[in-house]
């Protein structure tokens, strides 16, 4: 007669037992700060709100994300690299030299210049459309505003004004992000009056650099001045 069955033994457990994906922390922004507050940011995705962790970082909070991420499979995401390029390569190059299973994505309008980097330059979605559909542009625009207001009535002169801001911020998927979520409060046909109206004071303070530059930075004034 067998006997009772016997649970394998812990480590086996473990082993089994798939690890759950980490939850993703909350966006910090580098372009929003200076070179010092890199660390700071980077220290505040990954430790978040622990208090003991923060604590026992003390003066040396890189040393304690490295700690933390020695061992561990994660995507770290940097973004708007280009205000702070040296410390943002040297916070890159520490995680590197320290936890090997850490990927960094880094967004930036200049590359870090780090052994090993990958550049994939991403260019604007096309605002031109085919055939009777949407453009590429438009779709996420659509796609991002219905999220925001699934009542939203996606009519002629609706889709005209979408069709609008993206021409108007050139494809910019983060313009187009941008503009999207206000449908909130706004309605397409306004927040393109409004955007036109932006990229116009935008132009006459700033006649030189390209305009796309010129258009993307109107937009996210835009959205912040709102």
Same mark, same amino acid.
């Given at each position: 007669?067998? /006997?009772?069955? $016997?649970?394998?033994?812990?480590?086996?457990?473990?082993? $089994?037992?798939?690890?759950?994906?980490?939850?993703?922390?909350?966006? $910090?922004?580098?372009?929003?700060?200076?070179?010092?507050?890199?660390?700071?940011?980077?220290?505040?995705?990954?430790?978040?709100?622990?208090?003991?962790?923060?604590?026992?970082?003390?003066?040396?909070?890189?040393?304690?994300?490295?700690?933390?991420?020695?061992?561990? $499979?994660?995507?770290?995401?940097?973004?708007?690299?280009?205000?702070?390029?040296?410390?943002?390569?040297?916070?890159?190059?520490?995680?590197?030299?320290?936890?090997?299973?850490?990927?960094?994505?880094?967004?930036?309008?200049?590359?870090?210049?780090?052994?090993?980097?990958?550049?994939?330059?991403?260019?604007?979605?096309?605002?031109?459309?085919?055939?009777? /559909?949407?453009?590429?542009?438009?779709?996420?625009?659509?796609?991002?505003?219905?999220?925001?207001?699934?009542?939203?009535?996606?009519?002629?002169?609706?889709?005209?004004?979408?069709?609008?801001?993206?021409?108007?911020?050139?494809?910019?998927?983060?313009?187009?992000?941008?503009?999207?979520?206000?449908?909130?409060?706004?309605?397409?046909?306004?927040?393109?009056?409004?955007?036109?109206?932006?990229?116009?004071?935008?132009?006459?303070?700033?006649?030189?650099?390209?305009?796309?530059?010129?258009?993307?930075?109107?937009?996210?004034?835009?959205?912040?001045?709102?």
């Amino acid at each position: 007669v067998p /006997g009772p069955a $016997r649970s394998p033994p812990l480590s086996q457990q473990r082993r $089994r037992t798939p690890r759950r994906p980490a939850r993703p922390s909350p966006p $910090r922004h580098l372009g929003t700060g200076g070179p010092d507050d890199v660390t700071d940011r980077v220290t505040e995705a990954v430790l978040g709100d622990d208090p003991i962790a923060r604590v026992a970082a003390g003066d040396h909070p890189l040393r304690a994300v490295t700690h933390r991420l020695h061992a561990a $499979r994660a995507l770290l995401v940097m973004d708007n690299c280009e205000h702070v390029l040296d410390r943002a390569g040297e916070v890159v190059q520490t995680l590197r030299a320290a936890c090997p299973h850490v990927t960094v994505l880094a967004t930036s309008r200049e590359r870090l210049g780090l052994p090993g980097e990958r550049v994939v330059p991403l260019a604007p979605l096309a605002t031109t459309t085919v055939g009777s /559909g949407l453009s590429v542009a438009a779709e996420l625009f659509v796609d991002r505003a219905l999220a925001a207001d699934p009542a939203l009535t996606l009519d002629d002169v609706t889709l005209q004004a979408i069709d609008s801001i993206c021409h108007t911020v050139d494809g910019s998927p983060l313009g187009i992000e941008l503009a999207a979520s206000r449908v909130r409060t706004l309605t397409p046909v306004q927040i393109a009056a409004r955007l036109d109206d932006a990229l116009d004071v935008l132009r006459s303070r700033a006649a030189g650099g390209p305009e796309r530059h010129r258009s993307l930075a109107g937009t996210i004034a835009w959205s912040f001045d709102l």
